[in-house]
């Protein structure tokens, strides 16, 4: 559980399509709805949510939890908390996050790697609004906003039977979308001299000045690790750039962030590889539902995963 450290606010010009999801922000922030933010890795979800928090003005504090981060049992009790002697080694009773942002927001991060049984539960405290207490009958009412992210593919995940359909449902009271940087490139001659203060400051150095160029070359890259890439790429520059203005030279080379060879046909093939995986995995790498969940023959499944190279088997 994280109290949220000082804001990193959101950076942007509000151009679209940012600036739809601005309005969308105002429009739904101080509604109470639950919110499901979704968008790519790196994007800014978390930065949303914030964002979100602070236009709601509810007066109880941002608690976020990565729902990936932590073991089933110890997830369990970190959000709903426990009673003394729930389980060897509860020595005393623990307040859970939903209990903590009480008058706020409650931030499930990576929602989509919640286990069947932690679903479950969080089911009954949406349908509810009372949080149980492990080892304990007595629940107590809450007065909680519920917000979570993710960048898994939940509908065919429901499909699956891997994320439960009800629950999706509840989640996505609301659903605000996170355009990833490509759609962002316009901001470029905003959002540059603002990210390099901010990795500067991350580093612990003094802003450098900009050479000319710099946004161009930034901005002539593909992006597919988003805002988060983009900061590492810059703290990077920063390092190399030695305190001199920093300026295209002092990039890593773009091998890593280059767009793909084949344009539009390597990133089709890299979206397909990337369904393809996360279905088998929601799957249980049963081929035959995974089939069934993408709408394809079982024999044409085989067929696309051995023309994009996708094991079929569960990894060891
Ligand atoms: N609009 C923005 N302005 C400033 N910084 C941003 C913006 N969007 C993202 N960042 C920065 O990029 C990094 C990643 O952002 P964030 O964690 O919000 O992304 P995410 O979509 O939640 O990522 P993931 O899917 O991996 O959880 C953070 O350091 C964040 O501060």
């Known amino acids: 559980m994280r109290n949220a450290p000082p ?6 010009d509000g151009s679209e399509p940012m600036g739809a999801l601005l309005r969308e922000l ?3 922030a101080p509604s109470g709805l639950t919110v499901l933010v979704r968008g790519p890795t790196g994007c800014g979800k978390e ?18 939890v990565n729902c990936a981060a932590l073991a089933e049992g110890t997830l369990e009790s970190e959000l709903f908390g426990h009673v003394r002697g729930a389980f060897t080694g509860a020595v005393r009773e623990r307040r859970g996050a939903v209990a903590s942002a009480e008058g706020g927001t409650l931030f499930l991060d990576e929602v989509g790697d919640l286990t069947p049984r932690v679903q479950c539960m969080l089911l009954r405290v949406l349908q509810e609004r009372e949080v149980p207490r492990v080892g304990s009958d ?11 992210a993710t960048n898994r593919p939940l509908e065919p995940m429901a499909r699956a039977g891997a994320f439960r359909e009800d629950l999706l449902f509840r989640l996505q009271g609301t659903v605000i979308r996170v355009p990833p ?23 612990g150095r003094p802003a450098p000045a900009l050479e000319r160029g710099l946004t ?27 305190g ?33 995986e996360e279905t088998l995995a929601a799957c249980g790498y049963r081929a035959a539902q995974a089939a069934k969940v993408l709408g394809m023959a079982r024999p044409s499944l085989y ?14």
């Not at 804001?7 to 942007?12: G, K, R, V």
């Not at 030279?249 to 046909?265: F, K, N, Q």
């Not at 067929?303 to 060891?316: E, I, M, Q, W």
Request: zero cysteines.
């Open 7 to 12: 804001e990193p606010e959101l950076l942007t």
């Open 26 to 28: 105002d429009l739904v």
């Open 47 to 64: 930065l949303v949510v914030r964002e979100l928090h602070r236009r709601s003005r509810r007066p109880g504090p941002l608690v976020a």
């Open 138 to 148: 007595r629940g107590a009412r809450i007065d909680v906003r519920f917000a979570a």
């Open 181 to 203: 940087l490509e759609q962002r490139r316009h901001e470029f001659p905003y959002l540059v001299p603002r990210l390099v203060i901010r990795a500067a400051q991350n580093l």
């Open 216 to 242: 161009e070359a930034l901005a002539s890259r593909s992006w597919p690790g988003n805002l988060r890439q983009f900061l590492h790429v810059l703290e990077q520059g920063l390092l190399h750039s030695g």
């Open 244 to 276: 001199e203005p920093l300026g295209p030279r002092h990039l890593v080379p773009a091998e890593t962030g280059a767009p793909p060879s084949g344009g539009w046909t390597e990133a089709t093939r890299a979206f397909q590889r990337t369904l393809l």
């Open 303 to 316: 067929a696309t995963a051995r023309r994009l190279g996708v094991n079929l088997k569960r990894p060891d």
